[in-house]
């Protein structure tokens, strides 16, 4: 059991205060191998996290198609409700037919619903746009999400994964429209996927944006538990092609150097790695997806590890970022 104690912060410029990690639910649920099927341990994880300090739960309409959002609200049932932030998502596909995905006013509204209902809840706290939807005017959904705050079913509204001229675009028109503006962004990011320092962290640093990266592990590759020689053949790498790109020289180096700071800090792998996304003044709250609960106790203890500028240096040393649209299907 870990000695740390929760840090917390605002997300963004909002006045909102939520936990330095997230608790990310798309691994509870029956739809790939690796997930997380039973329910019962689903809820033990949730149920820890909450006990640590993790106030900040984020999940999506589309994760094991509503099953993730069904457990969310079945654990936080017992929880004071106003001490939790519950994050969300809408864009990807709920069924066959038309109108059945997208961020068009009807799907949006339509999906909020659901949502609602699988997270046995009156409102959400973070609804979150998945993707951007090139068919839909962004026009159209944000009047839809700015109507959804405006009746209180939405407390804030985010975004995820996007070119940055895309995110640029929907903050000005909001501005334009005084609709409700984009508080959160949700970009993959971490120590070998850091194409977002040059795509939408300025724009959320400039713009007061909170910053809650998904995938901080890089899929599991920073947690040390593959080999340049390795043939992974379970776990998330077995089936998830995301996992194997990072199998690159210039990523294993990273991993090299994450390595080496582990050991003379005494920490593990995945906590300097985490810990370093925690050093940067962007990010407010890592989205971290534990399958058990003792990686969720050795995400948390990243909290506890200190990096000074020599060792951030060391650590993105064997990389050079640069801007790749990332469209990953979570």
């Not at 109507?147 to 975004?159: P, S």
């Not at 390595?259 to 985490?274: C, F, M």
Request: proline share 4%; glycine share 8%; charged share 30%.
């Amino acid at each position: 059991m870990p000695d740390t104690d929760m840090e917390y912060t605002t997300l963004g410029d909002t006045g909102l205060e939520v936990s330095r990690f997230c608790l990310g639910c798309m691994n509870f649920g029956s739809d790939r191998e690796w997930m997380i099927s039973d329910e019962e341990k689903s809820h033990e994880i949730i149920d820890r996290a909450i006990d640590l300090g993790i106030n900040f739960l984020d999940t999506a309409n589309v994760y094991s198609r509503g099953e993730s959002e069904d457990i969310v609200g079945d654990a936080i049932a017992e929880y004071d409700r106003e001490e939790l932030v519950i994050a969300t998502k809408v864009y990807g596909p709920m069924g066959e037919g038309p109108n059945k995905q997208g961020l068009s006013r009807k799907h949006i509204l339509d999906q909020v619903e659901g949502s609602l209902d699988r997270l046995d809840t009156d409102y959400i706290d973070l609804y979150q746009i998945h993707r951007w939807d090139d068919s839909t005017p962004i026009e159209e959904t944000l009047h839809a999400l700015d109507h959804l705050v405006e009746t209180g079913k939405v407390r804030y509204i985010g975004a995820s994964t996007m070119a940055a001229w895309q995110f640029t675009k929907a903050l000005y028109e909001s501005d334009l429209n005084d609709y409700a503006r984009f508080s959160c962004m949700q970009p993959q990011y971490n120590l070998v996927d850091r194409q977002e320092e040059e795509n939408v962290l300025p724009v959320c640093a400039e713009e007061g944006v909170g910053v809650i990266p998904w995938s901080p592990l890089g899929g599991g590759f920073l947690t040390g538990k593959y080999d340049r020689d390795g043939d992974p053949d379970e776990g998330r790498a077995a089936t998830d092609e995301h996992t194997h790109e990072r199998f690159t020289d210039e990523n294993w180096q990273v991993l090299d150097a994450v390595r080496e700071v582990a050991d003379e800090k005494d920490a593990t792998p995945a906590q300097v790695s985490l810990a370093w996304l925690l050093h940067k003044d962007v990010v407010d709250a890592p989205i971290i997806g534990p399958r058990s609960i003792d990686h969720l106790e050795e995400n948390v203890g990243a909290l506890d590890v200190s990096l000074d500028d020599a060792e951030m240096d060391r650590l993105e040393a064997p990389l050079e970022p640069a801007w790749s649209r990332v469209i990953a299907d979570l």
